[in-house]
Antibody, heavy 125, light 107 residues
Framework: EVQLVESGGGLVQPGESLRLSCATS????????MAWVRQAPGKGLEWVAN????????HYADSMGGRFTISRDNAKESLYLQMDSLRPEDTAVYFC??????????????????WGQGTMVTVSS | AIQMTQSPSSLSASVGDRVTITCRAS??????LGWYQQKPGKAPKLLIY???SLQSGVPSRFSGSGSGIDFTLTISSLQPEDFATYYC?????????FGQGTRVEIK
């Protein structure tokens, strides 16, 4: 069974750091881009970042402002999100997602076909 | 960043109704768009990718169309399990951006 399981969330104070993990199983992790998406309480989905199969290419949402770092360990089949200088507005459920790529006459397309259950991050004093 | 604007933000419908949700991009995005369904307390679920391709295992009552700027998600006959919030997501460029969501409620 294909599975993504996030961990590492919790309550932190503004300015502190947190590292989220996403353990995967049931598929060849090293052959997929992976991504993080978050959702603030009662709000919509917000794309956070993604990372290429070998970790050589990464992209971030503008609002993360260089405070977040996505990484992966293919040997451990795990994805990570290092979050520094956390702010109250970073309070959200953080989901990891598998990014699968398809191709048609228009080129390549990405979509998130497998998601974890999410881990809650609360930033508050 | 490309802005994705969904409409309506919410709608009320009955079981059996045909439901249409639209997503408009602030610039042309070819057919680089997906649709996701999310139920309260759950992770999103992929319904449609590349604007019109049905994800494996998704019922055929869901369909997507559009290209360029305007896109549509259609549920041909609304079922009780379809009451949820729906999001579009563009994968044309970075940063990826979601629409604000459309909540489908029971009338």
């Amino acid at each position: 069974e294909v599975q993504l399981v996030e961990s590492g969330g919790g309550l932190v104070q503004p300015g502190e750091s947190l590292r989220l993990s996403c353990a995967t199983s049931g598929f060849n992790f090293g052959t997929y881009w992976m991504a993080w998406v978050r959702q603030a309480p009662g709000k919509g989905l917000e794309w956070v970042a993604n990372i290429k199969q070998d970790g050589s290419d990464k992209h971030y949402a503008d609002s993360m402002g260089g405070r977040f770092t996505i990484s992966r360990d293919n040997a451990k089949e795990s994805l990570y999100l290092q979050m520094d200088s956390l702010r109250p507005e970073d309070t959200a459920v953080y989901f990891c997602a598998r990014d699968f790529t398809t191709r048609d006459n228009n080129g390549y397309h990405d979509a998130y076909d497998i998601w974890g259950q999410g881990t809650m991050v609360t930033v508050s004093s | 960043a490309i802005q994705m604007t969904q409409s309506p933000s919410s709608l009320s419908a009955s079981v059996g109704d045909r439901v249409t949700i639209t997503c408009r991009a602030s610039q042309g995005i070819r057919n680089d768009l997906g649709w996701y369904q999310q139920k309260p307390g759950k992770a999103p679920k992929l319904l449609i990718y590349a604007a019109s391709s049905l994800q494996s295992g998704v019922p055929s009552r869901f369909s997507g169309s559009g290209s360029g700027i305007d896109f549509t998600l259609t549920i041909s006959s609304l079922q009780p399990e379809d009451f949820a919030t729906y999001y579009c997501l563009q994968d044309y460029n970075y940063p990826r951006t979601f629409g604000q969501g459309t909540r489908v409620e029971i009338k």
